[in-house]
């Protein structure tokens, strides 16, 4: 009887080992899997960005941009005004003083 008890013993302790190793292998499995996940992740936010910048400062450009192009597309439009208004002044003044023959 007393062969018995430490043949159970070291079954024991080959069970305890088995499950420890398994235990670790799941851990180290887990950590490989969460470092997977996170490369992922990176690699879509990386496809998401337009040249490097963030979605904020994405969005900062476009809208900058928007008040240039309306500020641009008035400007055009004022001088454009100036430009009629000047040859229509100018068309008046020829026609007043104009030559007499």
């Not at 887990?30 to 690699?43: D, G, M, T, V, Y």
Request: charged share 25%; hydrophobic share 30%.
């Amino acid at each position: 009887m007393t062969l018995q008890q430490p043949l159970s013993g070291s079954c024991n302790n080959s069970s305890e080992t088995a499950k420890d190793a398994t235990v670790e292998h799941l851990k180290a499995a887990l950590i490989e899997i969460q470092l997977c996940s996170r490369l992922e992740s990176l690699l879509l936010k990386k496809k998401s960005l337009n040249n490097g910048d963030s979605p904020e400062l994405h969005t900062e450009k476009v809208e900058k941009l928007k008040v240039l192009s309306e500020f641009l597309a008035n400007s055009t439009s004022q001088a454009e005004k100036r430009i009629l208004d000047h040859r229509t002044g100018n068309g008046k003044r020829l026609g007043k003083g104009g030559f007499h023959t």
